[in-house]
């Protein structure tokens, strides 16, 4: 992987990274305000639980398909997988919120790097004949950089989990040390997550976590709410 590609990827995977993703817990808030989530060891298998049962078979699935499709140039295979993870995604909240960092990162992109391709997937999603789903984004983004296609698994899986041990020292008693160990404990996580990945088609997507759909349609009807997922 060259230098640019490598430093792109860093930029990608920063918090400063301006996509919204600070606003949102992926049902996290729902599963403290139910007192599922008490301490750092509920937290990792939560987490943990999210990598195996929906980022892996869901998200890098469809950030594998985006970053073929962008190498190879192809956007209806593109909008393909950006449509088949909305479906397979329940949670409308987890849906809206996807699209609306994704909206962030393609807005982004587009004004930092002149390429057609992601010109003509930025005007579909305006159209509304592709949702914009962050991973698909970044899967775009990340293939037309040169970044490998593992390593932006990884990039993904390694965003997801630093966003929501984010949002949980906002929720929780957590403090950095925790939260640097429970990112550490996890890496074999993240890597099981993007092996597990390899071999699926976008036919093949299928996140199963139930409890984590059910807090979610719970945290849509919520009185009070800190986050918007």
């Known amino acids: 992987m060259s230098d640019a590609a490598t430093l792109e990827s860093f930029r990608l995977a920063d918090s400063f990274l ?16 139910d007192d599922r989530i008490e301490d750092a060891a509920d937290l990792e298998a939560l987490l943990a639980t999210y990598l195996r049962r929906q980022v892996g078979p ?38 809206e919120s996807s699209q609306q960092s994704g909206d962030r990162l393609l807005s982004l992109q587009t004004e930092l790097r002149d390429d057609a391709l992601l010109t003509d997937y930025a005007d579909r999603v305006a159209a509304d004949e592709s949702p914009g789903n962050y991973a698909v984004v970044l899967g775009a983004a990340t293939g037309l950089a040169g970044v490998d296609e593992r390593e932006a698994c990884l990039l993904c899986c390694h965003g997801f989990v630093t966003g929501l041990l984010g949002a949980a020292q906002r929720l929780l008693s957590l403090g950095h040390t925790d939260a640097q160990r429970i990112l550490d404990d996890l890496g074999a996580v993240m890597t099981e997550a993007v092996e ?16 984590v759909d059910v807090l979610a349609a719970d945290h849509e009807r919520a009185e009070r709410r800190l986050f918007a997922s």
Request: proline share 4%.
């Open 58 to 95: 869901a998200e890098l699935v469809a950030l594998r398909a985006a970053h073929a499709a962008a190498r190879e140039g192809d956007l209806d295979a593109l909008c393909a997988a950006d449509r088949r993870l909305s479906a397979v995604t329940l949670a409308a909240e987890f849906r």
């Open 196 to 211: 597990d990945s390899a071999d699926r088609t976008i036919d093949d997507m299928t996140p199963f976590a139930p409890l």
């Open 18 to 33: 301006p996509v919204g993703t600070y606003s949102v817990s992926y049902g996290l808030e729902q599963f403290v305000q």
